[in-house]
T-cell receptor, first 113, second 115 residues
């Protein structure tokens, strides 16, 4: 079975402060991991994926297989980062649940001025 | 492409009534997902299809829920009979390929209220 856990439902920080949104996963295989974001009144959209090792809007996420984590980080939060963030896992080819895309419970990030 | 299209955007119905939610995926996408979003549980996967075939429906909460995908461009999620605890936002998403880090594209959701 594949499972994604985001332990924090709500996270509040002040503008300019560092932010870390936690994500832990459970999967019997090598997963593909993503972060999706939902801004107010907008569709859920992809923020970044672990395979790309990219930084989007200043956010980065590193896959730690030892800790089965994929935490999302940003050194200096901005007010426009306020949104709902979801961590997601997809089964890889050749493994069980290939193609299945599972999301965590989500974390609402609020960045105060 | 207009993206994933869901209808209706809002649905208010009385307990016991049948509700049908509709989804048109992005053309060419071979995976389609139905999710339910609530504050308590976040984004729950209900069912997903590959090439119009249901692959995993283990997330469907009860027999009252059913989903179909008669062709590559249309899917429905039906609740019969509906109950107040079914009130939530239901999302449809589609994806090209099951892996290789392909992005899933979401519809705008259907907000269902059962009174």
């Amino acid at each position: 079975a594949q499972r994604v856990t985001q332990p924090e439902k709500l996270l509040s920080v002040f503008k300019g402060a560092p932010v870390e949104l936690k994500c832990n996963y459970s999967y019997s295989g090598s997963p593909e991991l993503f972060w999706y974001v939902q801004y107010s009144r907008q569709r859920l959209q992809l923020l970044l994926r672990h395979i790309s090792r990219e930084s989007i809007k200043g956010f980065t996420a590193d896959l730690n297989k030892g800790e089965t984590s994929f935490h999302l980080k940003k050194p200096f939060a901005q007010e426009e980062d306020s949104a709902m963030y979801y961590c997601a896992l997809s089964g890889r080819a050749g493994g069980t649940s290939y193609g299945k895309l599972t999301f965590g419970q989500g974390t609402i990030l609020t960045v105060h001025p | 492409d207009a993206g994933v299209i869901q209808s209706p955007r809002h649905e208010v119905t009385e307990m016991g009534q049948e509700v049908t939610l509709r989804c048109k995926p992005i053309s060419g996408h071979d995976y389609l997902f139905w999710y339910r979003q609530t504050m308590m549980r976040g984004l729950e996967l209900l069912i997903y299809f590959n090439n119009n075939v249901p692959i995993d429906d283990s997330g469907m909460p009860e027999d009252r829920f059913s989903a179909k995908m008669p062709n590559a461009s249309f899917s429905t999620l039906k609740i019969q009979p509906s109950e107040p605890r079914d009130s939530a936002v239901y999302f449809c998403a589609s994806r090209a390929g099951g892996g290789m880090n392909t992005e899933a594209f979401f519809g705008q959701g259907t907000r269902l209220t059962v009174v």
